[in-house]
């Protein structure tokens, strides 16, 4: 039977909620760059949910551990643009621990055609 993840406490703050302004449709990217080009990582689960301008909820979900092998998985600068409405958005965004050793995670920079302010 598999754990339930758990958030991760010792190391900061993993529980961010963001005011995210979206413009029109461009691609909104997370990455570990400013420029939205750098693969990221995250030990080991980040999960990302927004509330839209008209009040629907819409999650993203991704896991980085591999199965718990002791080698975090890094990923592309993702397009998560389908996440959000043109407007004020709400996001949440919590990491999590899965495997229960190690954590940390890339810088996570959200670019493109929205601007975030944290709440």
Same mark, same amino acid.
């Given at each position: 039977?598999? @754990? ?7 190391? !900061? ?10 413009? =029109?449709?461009? +691609?909104?990217? *997370?990455?570990? &760059? +400013?420029? =939205?080009? +750098? ?8 999960? %990302? ?15 980085? &551990? *591999? #199965?718990? #092998? ?8 993702? #397009? %998560?643009?389908? $996440? ?7 996001? @949440?965004?919590? *990491?999590?621990?899965?495997? !229960?050793?190690?954590? =940390? #995670?890339?810088? *996570?920079? $959200? ?7 944290? @709440?």
């Amino acid at each position: 039977m598999r @754990r339930r993840p758990r958030p991760v406490r010792p190391a !900061g703050p993993n529980d961010r909620t963001w005011d995210v302004r979206v413009a =029109g449709t461009a +691609a909104v990217y *997370l990455s570990a &760059s +400013a420029d =939205g080009t +750098a693969p990221f990582s995250v030990d080991d689960i980040v999960d %990302i949910t927004v509330v839209t301008p008209t009040g629907s909820t819409r999650r993203w979900q991704r896991d980085f &551990s *591999l #199965n718990c #092998n002791t080698t975090v998985d890094s990923r592309a600068a993702e #397009n %998560i643009r389908t $996440l959000f409405e043109p407007g004020l958005n709400t996001m @949440r965004v919590v *990491l999590k621990d899965w495997c !229960g050793y190690d954590v =940390g #995670n890339s810088d *996570l920079w $959200l670019t493109g055609a929205a601007g975030a302010t944290p @709440r």
